[in-house]
């Protein structure tokens, strides 16, 4: 029997006879012994090893760090590395990561350390670094609830590229979301400096891009690119090298911008700016193809989608002018009886390309926030009389129906009487929220539908969770202690989590943005649900 089995049964048997007694008192003095383990570091006692960072020495011990870190262990226990019989050893970090050392190397002895925006992304590669895995979730779960403060601070674009690199996906996922579906966050001078060219290749891939349109990206690219021009002014290049880099990012970035989505008069302006002057022959090729779809010369740009990135050209982002939808805001949420219905109504143009413009698409968009009720009722068809239960869905859902389609009927015989034109388009829900006070989309539903006669109405459920949205307000979680009190995993008193859907002062306002864009048979949607 090993030694921690003998202790087992031991205290086992100890656990018995005192139980019999009724004298026995478990006693947690864990937070002494804690104190006992901080004053070690506080007051540099009994140190057996010295970590040099950037010039500045700290006292440390050998048992603590190989506790804490298994690259430590390795490094001051395995004789193949010539640290473990050193007695002062040069770490290399960054200046940024250097300057937080101290607070990291603390969190050895004491388990606390205090992260904000700025600096829980050099602590974090200090955690990776040196493989200190319960840091490492302690940082990631610090961004993944302050993703909005992130980006209003301008430290957004450097998580997302970090995560991404060092294979954190799940933040890197919600970094990458935030961006797509809030462009105009990451459209600060330091953001576009923070942005590499590979990050800005694979957002302007993105089909769900949420933007104005598609001649405000095209700023945002020019002005990334005149952040590009700055840095290359900086460098030791030659002016034949620095023209020749430039060349190449023009051609690299500008190939994933949608020029078919722009109108002709869009079109026209940006034969003036000196980007295309300077760039002619390229710019020139893009514009006649955008051209051509807009003039419904459809045959001219065939060539162009034999490749997937050509097909991309002629697919639509997710435009948010009034021309391609609306915003769905229901105000007093919390008065709103169950099975409310709000409906709203807009019309959009019934192509991206500038022809057949003079007859609109005419939609209606049901919301029912609070559940689905089907009342009790009958069917009547040609077999006879149905009964059809009453029925009630806890779920949020979302109705639209092209009016524009024509009511499908049958004839006597009961075929289709009436089937009226097709509507293609790809339908976007925008969900707004709150993180941290901070307002945005934090959700985005896609589906692809074809309309007629036969197929009026789409109903799409789950945009938001029905029980999440309807849950009463200020409850504390789970994970939380009562207001006031101390959270487990917090140092300060915790508050009761805000509702994450509803927005406005008093928290009763729920906002949804409809985007519904055409889409033809050439238009490549991947794999929308």
């Not at 989505?261 to 940006?270: F, S």
């Not at 193809?289 to 490749?307: D, L, N």
């Given at each position: 029997?090993s ?19 009724d004298?026995?008192l478990?006693v ?7 104190l006992?383990i ?5 007051e540099?006692l009994?140190?057996d ?7 500045v020495?700290?006292p440390?011990h050998?048992?603590?760090?190989c506790?804490?870190s298994?690259?430590f ?9 010539s640290e473990?019989?050193e ?10 990561a ?5 607070h ?7 388990g ?6 700025q600096t ?17 979730t302690?940082?990631l779960?610090?961004m993944s ?6 980006a209003k ?7 997302m ?6 294979g ?9 979301n935030?961006v797509?579906w ?6 600060s001078?330091g ?20 933007l104005h349109?598609e001649m405000s990206l ?10 590009q ?8 290049l ?5 023209k ?7 051609v690299?970035v500008?190939s ?11 079109l026209?302006?940006?034969l003036?700016?000196?980007l ?16 051509s779809?807009?003039?419904?010369q459809?045959?001219?740009i ?14 639509p982002r997710?435009?948010t002018?009034d021309?391609?939808?609306?915003v ?6 919390h008065s ?6 709000r ?28 559940g689905?009720?089907?009342r ?5 068809v040609?077999?006879?009389t149905?009964?059809v ?7 949020v859902r979302?109705?639209?129906t ?5 009511q ?8 289709p009487?009436?089937l009226g ?5 790809k339908?976007?829900i ?5 993180q941290?006070?901070v307002e ?5 539903v ?5 309309f007629?006669?036969q197929?009026?109405?789409l109903?799409?459920?789950?945009a938001?969770?029905?029980?999440e949205l309807?849950t009463?307000?200020?409850?504390p979680a789970?994970?939380h202690?009562?207001?006031g009190?101390?959270c487990?995993?917090?140092t ?6 805000e509702?994450?859907h ?14 519904i864009?055409?889409?033809t048979d050439?238009?490549h ?5």
């Amino acid at each position: 029997m090993s030694y921690a089995e003998d202790l087992s049964t031991a205290s086992s048997s100890q656990k018995t006879k005192d139980e019999g007694a009724d004298e026995s008192l478990e006693v947690d003095n864990s937070k002494s012994v804690l104190l006992k383990i901080a004053t070690l570091y506080a007051e540099q006692l009994m140190s057996d090893l010295t970590l040099e960072v950037a010039g500045v020495g700290y006292p440390a011990h050998r048992l603590i760090l190989c506790a804490s870190s298994e690259v430590f262990q390795i490094m001051l226990m395995n004789r193949e590395w010539s640290e473990w019989r050193e007695s002062r050893i040069v770490l290399q970090e960054t200046p940024i990561a250097a300057s937080v050392f101290p607070h990291f190397l603390k969190y050895f002895y004491t388990g606390q350390i205090k992260i904000s925006h700025q600096t829980v992304l050099p602590v974090l590669s200090l955690a990776d670094k040196y493989n200190v895995k319960d840091l490492v979730t302690l940082c990631l779960e610090y961004m993944s609830e302050h993703i909005a403060q992130a980006a209003k601070r301008g430290y957004l674009i450097s998580w997302m590229q970090y995560t991404m690199a060092c294979g954190h996906d799940d933040v890197a996922k919600a970094c990458q979301n935030f961006v797509k579906w809030n462009v105009e966050w990451v459209w600060s001078d330091g953001e576009l400096a923070e942005l590499e060219g590979d990050s800005l290749l694979l957002l302007l891939q993105q089909s769900d891009l949420v933007l104005h349109n598609e001649m405000s990206l095209y700023h945002f690219v020019v002005r990334w690119l005149d952040k590009q021009r700055e840095r290359l002014n900086t460098s030791d290049l030659s002016e034949a090298e620095k023209k020749s880099h430039l060349d190449s990012l023009v051609v690299a970035v500008f190939s994933h911008v949608r020029f078919p989505m722009m109108c002709p008069n869009q079109l026209a302006k940006l034969l003036l700016c000196p980007l295309t002057q300077e760039h002619k022959e390229f710019f020139m090729d893009r514009m006649a193809i955008a051209m051509s779809y807009q003039s419904g010369q459809y045959e001219r740009i065939s060539e162009v989608q034999q490749t997937e990135a050509g097909r991309l050209l002629f697919t639509p982002r997710l435009y948010t002018e009034d021309t391609w939808g609306g915003v769905l805001a229901v105000d007093n949420f919390h008065s709103l009886p169950c099975y409310h219905t709000r409906t709203f109504i807009f019309s959009t143009r019934p192509s991206m390309a500038d022809v057949a413009q003079d007859k609109l698409i005419e939609w209606t968009v049901d919301l029912y926030p609070k559940g689905v009720w089907f009342r009790k009722s009958m069917m009547i068809v040609w077999a006879g009389t149905y009964d059809v239960p009453e029925a009630v869905l806890r779920t949020v859902r979302l109705s639209i129906t092209c009016q524009t389609c024509p009511q499908y009927s049958v004839n006597w015989l009961g075929e289709p009487d009436t089937l009226g034109p097709e509507v293609r388009v790809k339908i976007g829900i925008l969900v707004w929220g709150v993180q941290k006070g901070v307002e945005h989309v934090v959700s985005v539903v896609e589906r692809v539908h074809r309309f007629s006669g036969q197929s009026r109405v789409l109903n799409i459920d789950g945009a938001l969770d029905f029980d999440e949205l309807n849950t009463p307000l200020y409850s504390p979680a789970a994970a939380h202690t009562k207001q006031g009190s101390r959270c487990p995993k917090c140092t300060d008193a915790c508050e009761a989590p805000e509702p994450k859907h509803l927005l406005g002062k008093h928290r009763d306002q729920l906002r949804i943005q409809v985007v519904i864009m055409p889409l033809t048979d050439y238009c490549h949607v991947g794999a929308l649900p």
